[in-house]
């Protein structure tokens, strides 16, 4: 039997004093796929900022059992239209890496992660600026600075909104190698190729009635 690695009870979020998510009660298996469906409003993305603690619920109970009292050290959060600052490719997805501290063999684990995102020849793009990018390659650019840091957690946001059938099948790729790893993955998604091909648990989020 798996671990569960996220806990959830009454859990809400609002805005304005409009209600973005409502949720009475989640879990999630450390180790599990589970897509997040549900109309435009039903409180997907937001549901993916709490899990990732970039935010705090208004009500209800988060809990997070993981191996750090830190969880921002174990799960990373890629979203719909990820932002890459004008640098280079290698700065951008090693970035995450220097602000912790993380400096050696940087060039090592840029390859590394690079590949897991599908580039064949990581250090072909390692000089070039988001400006000389295909959306696809931005995309997975965005997801190498994300599996550069090792997350035991993965939240994707959409992540094949915005790209080409080929990188579609390499995001598709990249994800289905997280899991293998061990990888907790929890993706917002319309595209129901994507958890079907991941085989996710699927989780339909509805607004609050």
Not at 39 to 47: C, E
Not at 143 to 158: F, K, N, Q, Y
Request: one cysteine or more; charged letters at 25%; a neutral charge.
């Amino acid at each position: 039997m798996m671990d569960r690695i996220f806990e959830a009870r009454n859990l809400s979020r609002s805005y304005g004093g409009v209600c973005a998510l409502w949720l009475p009660e989640f879990q999630v298996e450390r180790g599990e796929c589970v897509a997040l469906t549900g109309r435009n409003g039903s409180g997907k993305s937001t549901l993916l900022r709490l899990l990732a603690f970039l935010e705090q619920p208004d009500a209800g109970t988060l809990h997070y059992y993981g191996s750090t009292t830190d969880p921002r050290r174990d799960i990373t959060l890629l979203l719909q239209d990820p932002y890459l600052l004008k640098c280079s490719v290698f700065k951008n997805v090693t970035l995450g890496l220097r602000l912790r501290g993380e400096t050696d063999h940087l060039e090592e684990r840029y390859r590394a992660a690079m590949q897991d995102a599908g580039f064949e020849d990581p250090m072909a793009l390692a000089d070039r600026t988001q400006a000389m990018l295909s959306g696809g390659e931005r995309q997975r650019v965005a997801l190498a600075s994300r599996l550069a840091l090792s997350p035991r957690v993965l939240l994707l946001d959409e992540p094949t909104a915005h790209v080409d059938a080929a990188s579609e099948e390499i995001i598709y790729a990249s994800v289905r190698a997280c899991l293998n790893r061990g990888v907790t993955v929890l993706c917002a998604t319309h595209d129901r190729t994507l958890f079907d091909f991941l085989d996710a648990r699927e989780v339909v989020l509805r607004p609050r009635s």
